[in-house]
């Protein structure tokens, strides 16, 4: 989890770089003899191609194999709270760090479920431990392109104020592209646009540590109002639904 951490506050700043053009509609690929977008560029939002009512729990298990036996006896449960599997995923530094997105149909119905005593006596039950990691998200962008890359990085953040972060960082996403880096989700808690959500896919894992780990974007970061340290998580996707 250290190592998660000061990854993350490189990533995060990064992310502040990186959400800015994010819905320009232009390839996503580097070019490196190109400029960073001005901050007099007008971007424009598009609605999310995927879910965007969203819960991901993360979590710490003994054994993957057990876990995922366990998780997938387990769907009738999550069908009747209105949570559809989405995707699964396992830490590139811990694979039995598991994350877990799936789609909700009503928040509270969730919040309930992810609170209820069945909930935690199946986790226990399939080597969930340590307390998980619940987050409840409406994205604002979900890019669900298929892309060949399923190397991941999701960055949690507060800031001060979503329309001013939002505007640093939809300045920056040719940085974030140049740094091998493409924005996949952005999103904020349910209710509170001060905790921000963040998913990038990573093709060249060296630049993005380099980029994540400069000093242009902790400035930028904190030019963006983010507060305090993000907490960073790199995951491979091993199962989308």
Avoid at 145 to 164: G, L, S
Avoid at 182 to 198: M, W
Wanted: contains cysteine; charged residues 25%.
């Amino acid at each position: 989890m250290q190592h998660f951490r000061s990854l993350a506050t490189v990533i995060v700043a990064a992310s502040t770089l990186i959400l800015g053009s994010c819905n320009s509609g232009k390839d996503k690929k580097a070019d490196e003899n190109k400029t960073d977008s001005t901050d007099t560029q007008t971007v424009t939002t598009v609605n999310p191609s995927g879910p965007t009512s969203i819960m991901i729990v993360r979590h710490k298990v003994s054994d993957y194999s057990t876990w995922k036996t366990g998780y997938d006896s387990h769907d009738s449960n999550r069908l009747a709270s209105g949570l559809h599997s989405y995707v699964i995923a396992r830490g590139t530094e811990d694979s039995n760090l598991v994350l877990v997105a799936v789609k909700m149909d009503d928040v509270e119905k969730a919040r309930t479920f992810a609170s209820s005593p069945d909930l935690k006596n199946r986790m226990k039950e399939i080597g969930v431990t340590g307390t998980p990691v619940i987050d409840f998200l409406e994205s604002v962008m979900n890019d669900t392109t298929a892309i060949q890359e399923t190397v991941r990085v999701m960055i949690r953040q507060k800031v001060k104020d979503w329309d001013a972060w939002k505007k640093v960082f939809d300045s920056h996403k040719q940085t974030r592209i140049d740094a091998g880096l493409s924005d996949r989700v952005i999103a904020h808690s349910v209710g509170d646009n001060h905790n921000v959500t963040l998913v990038f896919s990573i093709n060249d894992m060296e630049k993005a540590k380099a980029f994540m780990n400069s000093q242009d974007l902790k400035d930028k970061m904190k030019e963006a109002g983010a507060e305090g340290a993000p907490d960073t998580y790199f995951y491979k996707v091993v199962q989308r639904y």
